[in-house]
């Protein structure tokens, strides 16, 4: 076969230049970006908590419908593969079926620190009415003069840092006796190389007696299932985050009607 008419590049011959990769900002215009990152930032907090107050009354509404069904928030929490995966010990999930309610209070300064409050009946495993986990605002120095604008944000709050200003706090359980104490029967096991992540997270009420939650869970919980709670109770939130073992029943059962009455509790794989 001919080569005529192709075109080889000699060696050494230099590589064609970025037309994009001499491109300059000037001060004046990193300035004006930073104003405008700033100005959507605010706007974006400002339409948050504007969400965050039209919802509440609705969340109230729910609250109320949904103490009459039972173990709605046991199913709805067990339905995400992520809350589940901290709950695998059956004795974790016998636990949370006296769970009734889950409710969260948002931080009236800050409202995107909060407190979850886990509400159970009597059971056979605590004295506790109500178990919570609280994340702690800690503002930084700010400075006196600083002025809240019609939406009640300052300048700071624009640099807010999860990492840097919030804390989480320990919650004590009061275990009626050491046959029920799910956490010293199964604790957390660090990694002995001080991985950040345990060998083993033991039971899912660790996550109340440890303050740090390595795993953020209660931001899952806060951010993601406690606003979709109802989809989650009906197993139609998560997607593949959902997990499931039995992924050729779920196709027969795609057009099946949904039964509010025997909701699908999907069980994370036991270890």
Known sequence: MSSKGIKRASPGAEEEKNPLGDVELSDEDAAKLQVVQRDTARTELA??????QKLLPLYTKRRAIVKAIPKFWPVALMN????????????????????????????????????????????????????????????????SNEKA???????????????????????????KDDAHNLTKLYPRVLEEDGDDLPADSGSFFNFFEIAEDIF???????NDIFPEAIDYFLGNAGGDDIDSDDEDEEDDEDEEEIDLEKPRFKKPRQK
Not at 216 to 222: N, Q, R, T
Request: with cysteine; hydrophobic share 35%.
């Open 216 to 222: 953020d869970l209660g931001v899952v919980i806060a």
């Open 149 to 175: 604008d019609e939406d009640g944000i300052v300048d700071s709050m624009l640099e807010f840092s999860w990492e840097r200003d919030v804390e989480a706090k320990n919650y004590k359980i009061d275990w």
């Open 47 to 52: 339409l948050e908590r504007h969400a965050q």
């Open 80 to 143: 995400h593969s992520m809350f589940a995966s901290q709950a695998q010990h059956n004795a974790d999930q016998l636990a949370l079926s006296y769970l009734e309610d889950v409710w969260m209070k948002r931080d009236s300064t800050e409202t995107r620190c909060f407190t979850l409050e886990f509400h159970f009946k009597e059971n056979p495993y605590f004295t506790n009415k109500v178990l919570k986990k609280e994340y702690k605002y800690i503002p930084v120095s700010t400075s």
